[in-house]
């Protein structure tokens, strides 16, 4: 049985990939982007940020940017579903 790696060899989109190098370990900000926090007007206009235990809706949109957030605020994981 061959080992599938999300995002890697298991079909995950380069535009997540793209995000993912930018966003992941950062803080979201209203301040300018620089080595640790992310601005949030370089965003897309169609993302959420999902918080540890907050709930969300299941609905499927492929061109909205999910960011999910770790329980220190910075950014853990970044998918468009």
Same mark, same amino acid.
């Given at each position: 049985m061959p080992l599938v790696v999300p995002g890697i060899n298991s079909g995950g989109s380069n535009q997540e990939s793209e995000w993912m190098n930018k966003l992941v370990g950062k803080k979201l900000s209203d301040s300018p982007t620089d080595s640790t926090n992310f601005?949030? %007007? !370089?965003?897309?206009?169609?993302?959420?940020? =999902?918080?540890? &235990?907050?709930?969300? *809706? %299941? !609905?499927f949109k492929k061109d909205r940017m999910? =960011?999910?957030? &770790?329980?220190?605020? *910075?950014?853990?994981?970044?998918?468009?579903?």
């Open positions: 601005a949030r %007007q !370089d965003l897309p206009k169609e993302h959420r940020v =999902i918080e540890p &235990g907050s709930m969300s *809706t %299941q !609905d999910n =960011i999910h957030l &770790g329980e220190d605020g *910075t950014v853990k994981k970044v998918d468009f579903k």
